[in-house]
């Protein structure tokens, strides 16, 4: 019998991506906890398949341009990371709040259009259900090197 498949998922496809593998912990921490009924996603990195695309700080090696984008896989990692927790992404009744952490140069200050690049993809993903409270943050360096980090808060039934 063949996978169902949600309706987060097919809106994704209509966007031509697939929902990842939930990348592995690189460190001591799960990536999704459920607990009452909200779901705690541990902050993803860029990952795709199984390597950072790029690593730096934003308003340096990295543009503004190319971190919004980055943004943008890591929601797609989360996404991956709220799978691998429900089985079934139409769980999701609400993406209550994100928060995004920006390896910034000193100078850079547009962490919020950065962030933008997750916040797009999970209202194209979740719909109304997508519309969430944010936080970006620039910070001065993430694991890895890496030039963006984001985790999110869900509601699910």
């Known amino acids: 019998m063949a996978e169902q498949v949600s309706a987060v998922e097919s809106r994704l496809a209509e966007l ?6 939930v990348v592995p ?3 001591s921490y ?11 996603v541990s902050g993803q990195l860029p990952f795709v398949d199984g390597a950072l695309p790029m690593t730096g700080k934003v308003g340096a090696e990295v543009t503004e341009e190319q971190a919004h984008e980055l943004a943008r896989q890591c929601a797609l990692n989360c996404i991956g990371a709220l ?17 995004g952490f920006v390896a910034s140069a000193p100078s850079f200050t547009g962490q919020p259009k950065v962030l933008n690049g997750a916040s797009e993809l999970l209202g194209a993903a979740f719909g109304d259900a997508g519309q969430h409270a944010r936080s970006a943050v620039g910070v001065t360096v993430l694991p890895l090197d890496t030039p963006v980090e ?3 808060i869900a509601h699910v039934r």
Not at 16 to 21: A, D, I, Q, R, T
Not at 30 to 40: E, T
């Open 16 to 21: 031509g991506l697939s929902v990842p593998e």
């Open 30 to 40: 799960q990536p999704a906890v459920i607990a009452d009924g909200v779901v705690y």
């Open 83 to 99: 799978k691998s927790a429900l089985g079934d992404l139409d769980r999701v009744t609400r993406i209550a709040k994100v928060g």
């Open 150 to 152: 984001v985790d999110l």
């Open 25 to 27: 912990p690189v460190a």
